[in-house]
């Protein structure tokens, strides 16, 4: 069965400090992966997604990006964090190719930018 | 951007009830609606899904109602039980229509009292 991993579930970063988070899905090839951020009230936000090794397509600017190294591998990046990158992130992956609808979600990290 | 409109924003109902929340949306090249629940300090896990062949489904206590005319779908909670207590989000997306994932509603904090 396909599994995904998110870490680390919780970070305390200060501002202008570099940030990576990882995420690493098990059990299927060549992914969709999206990077997700939720933000109190104000649902889920999609950031960056993936269709295959070294392609990131980004839905917003921002002070974040995203790599994908691996088929199964991706990344979420910043150079220098600010306040307002609090938030929680999610990581997702989706099957390629139709349906290809339903996606699944990691557990979460909590960032906190103080 | 796309939208999907999730309405309430946050609902309380008593042990036993129904909980009822609504979606509604713009694009009418949608063709995929999955209700997501989530669980404090977790990613969201897909509840129930549905495409707009069928203007019901149903799976346990959970039924989603789809009203294409009105582009309008809801969820419906039936002997809602304290365990039910999450976030909601109604979302949408075109099937086979690229990896750039779902349009998410902005959530519905449910709360069950006992």
């Known amino acids: 069965s396909q599994t995904i991993h998110q870490w680390p579930a919780t970070l305390v970063q200060p501002v202008g400090s570099p940030l990576s988070l990882e995420c690493t899905v098990e059990?299927?090839?060549?992914?969709?992966l999206y990077w997700y951020r939720q933000a109190a009230g104000r649902g889920l936000q999609l950031l960056f997604y993936?269709?295959?090794?070294?392609?990131i397509s980004s839905e917003v600017p921002q002070n974040l990006s995203a790599s994908r190294p691996q088929d199964r591998q991706f990344i979420l990046s910043s150079k220098k964090l600010l306040l307002s990158d609090s938030g929680f992130y999610l990581c997702?992956?989706?099957?390629?190719?139709?349906?290809?609808?339903?996606?699944?979600f990691g557990q979460g990290t909590r960032l906190t930018v103080v | 951007q796309q939208q999907v409109k999730q309405s309430p924003q946050s609902l309380i109902v008593q042990k036993g009830g129904i909980s009822i929340i609504n979606c509604a949306y713009e694009?009418?090249?949608?063709?995929?609606f999955p209700w997501y629940q989530q669980f404090p300090g977790k990613g969201p896990a897909l509840l129930i899904a549905?495409?707009?062949?069928?203007s019901e489904k149903k799976e346990g206590r959970f039924t989603i109602s789809f009203n294409k005319s009105a582009k309008q779908f809801s969820l419906h909670i039936m002997d809602s039980q304290p365990g039910d207590s999450a976030t909601y989000f109604c979302?949408?997306?075109?099937?086979?229509?690229?990896?750039?994932?779902?349009?998410f509603g902005k959530g519905t904090h449910l709360i069950i009292q006992p």
């Open positions: 059990g299927t090839s060549n992914p969709n």
């Open positions: 694009n009418t090249a949608f063709d995929y």
């Open positions: 979302a949408a997306s075109i099937s086979g229509g690229g990896a750039d994932g779902l349009t």
């Open positions: 993936s269709v295959g090794i070294g392609q």
């Open positions: 997702a992956w989706s099957e390629q190719g139709a349906p290809g609808d339903e996606a699944f």
């Open positions: 549905i495409r707009p062949d069928v």
